[in-house]
């Protein structure tokens, strides 16, 4: 059965665990928190390896949409947001 963060679009049990230990439990949760600053604590916790698909899995659940929709111009958005982010946890 699924559970309520599962419903969103990339996130599977795997991410849903993940996304337990930082203590995101729920779609209110995640889409209250929002996704640049729940990969920045994933990934300052040390419960997944930082990587930019992971994090473009992120933005893709919040918008409700399929990870590899992302046309050219938001490709290289998202990747300038996920070098903020290193830039900003020190990776």
């Known amino acids: 059965m699924k559970s309520d963060l599962q419903s969103l679009k990339?996130?599977?049990p795997k991410m849903e665990a993940?996304?337990?230990?930082?203590?995101?439990?729920?779609v209110?949760?995640?889409?209250d928190i929002g996704s640049s600053e729940i990969a920045k604590k994933l990934f300052l916790s040390g419960e997944v390896k930082p990587h930019p698909m992971y994090y473009n899995a992120l933005v893709a659940a919040e918008q409700?949409?399929?990870?590899?929709?992302?046309?050219?111009a938001e490709k290289a958005e998202l990747k300038g947001v996920y070098m903020d982010i290193m830039a900003e946890i020190g990776g």
């Open 10 to 12: 990339n996130i599977g």
């Open 28 to 31: 209110e949760e995640f889409l």
């Open 18 to 26: 993940h996304l337990g230990v930082i203590g995101v439990f729920s």
């Open 64 to 72: 409700e949409r399929d990870v590899f929709s992302f046309d050219r």
